[in-house]
């Protein structure tokens, strides 16, 4: 199964942090159709064919997701709308 792996950086407080993360949760739930909820400092999202994770830890981000085999094609969309969305929000 494809699966998306990024890290980043970041030099926000832990606030600071989870509101970027939650509006860039927002936007790519627009965007992909997701649903996502917070457990502790994890943000897990989950639509058909997509289970993933952002875990914010305080100096950087790692976001994780599996594809399913239909969204599998538009792992590189994905993978590039994800890293614009980090670079707007984090750097």
């Known amino acids: 199964m494809p699966s998306i792996d990024i890290e980043h950086a970041h030099g926000k407080t832990p ?3 989870r509101k970027a993360v939650e509006s860039m949760a927002r936007k790519l739930a627009d965007r992909f ?3 996502y909820a917070w457990e502790g400092d994890t943000l897990n999202f989950v639509r058909s064919g997509v289970d993933g994770k952002i875990h914010m830890s305080p100096k950087k981000l790692h976001i994780t997701a599996q594809l399913g085999f239909m969204l599998s094609m538009f792992k590189d969309p994905i993978e590039s709308e994800i890293r614009r969305v980090l670079s707007e929000k984090f750097d």
């Open 15 to 17: 606030a600071q942090a």
């Open 33 to 35: 159709d997701f649903d």
